[in-house]
């Protein structure tokens, strides 16, 4: 089952809310992604945790903060968002290894569509 | 000059036609290769990775030339189903780890 679960769905919220995306996998992947993607856009890196530690982080600004709490969950907590920021938040599992991110598959999961007021 | 580029399309073909999408990169250093599938307003999907000796999965064949560093996938016998943004897909090495490079995908439209 290559299966990897967002939520929520949709989500809209002010400039000044603090809220949680939320990407869960249970293929015993040891690679999460974080991606950002606008319309008519491809997919953007945004974060990559390794071994539940953070590897890469493409100078995203730090309204948005990365969570790993165990190798099956990532979380995105968002905090002072700008209009410019909505856009499909994709949150992706690779079986990954201990050099860091593999040259293996990436499954991504379907998405949290984001609206900020 | 983009680090994967792709035609944008749209390719509009009736069903049951050929289609053939081009794929550049300028990475020699690339290690793998993929063909994703991305439907309006959902995620990505991988479709197929794609190898040098090339590979074949019922109507679609991909193929890979190192040395002119182009990929290419062709989808026989079209259906409307096949409806879609074709993302072309590179391994890049950066930072010690190796990344996902996106192509801005090519648009497919299948009609009656």
């Known amino acids: 089952d290559t299966e990897v679960t967002q939520t929520p769905k949709h989500l809209v919220m002010g400039m000044t809310n603090k809220k949680s995306l939320k990407c869960e996998q249970h293929?015993?992947?040891?690679?999460m992604y974080w991606y950002k993607q606008k319309a008519k856009k491809p997919p953007e890196l945004m974060f990559v945790?390794?071994?539940?530690?953070?590897?890469i982080n493409e100078s995203v600004p730090s309204r948005f903060s990365p969570e790993c709490p165990n190798s099956s969950l990532l979380n995105l907590h968002l905090h002072a968002l700008q209009p410019e920021d909505s856009a499909l938040y994709l949150c992706?599992?690779?079986?990954?290894?201990?050099?860091?991110?593999?040259?293996?598959?990436?499954?991504f999961g379907p998405g949290t569509r984001l609206t900020v007021l | 000059r983009k680090e994967v580029e792709q035609d944008p399309g749209p390719f509009n073909v009736p069903e049951g036609a050929t289609v053939a999408f081009n794929c550049t990169y300028s990475?020699?250093?690339?290690?793998?290769f993929f063909w994703y599938r991305q439907d309006c307003r959902k995620e990505p999907k991988l479709l197929m990775s794609?190898?040098?000796s090339g590979n074949e999965d019922g109507r679609f064949t991909a193929q890979l030339n190192r040395a002119s560093q182009y990929i290419s996938l062709l989808i026989r016998d079209s259906k409307l189903s096949d409806s879609a943004t074709y993302l072309c897909?590179?391994?890049?090495?950066?930072?010690?780890?190796?990344?996902?490079?996106f192509g801005a995908g090519t648009r497919l439209a299948v009609h009656p």
């Open positions: 990475n020699s250093a690339s290690q793998s």
């Open positions: 293929m015993g992947h040891r690679a």
């Open positions: 945790y390794s071994y539940e530690k953070l590897s």
């Open positions: 897909v590179v391994t890049a090495f950066s930072g010690g780890y190796n990344k996902l490079i």
């Open positions: 794609v190898y040098s």
């Open positions: 992706a599992s690779s079986q990954g290894d201990s050099m860091g991110t593999s040259t293996d598959t990436q499954y």
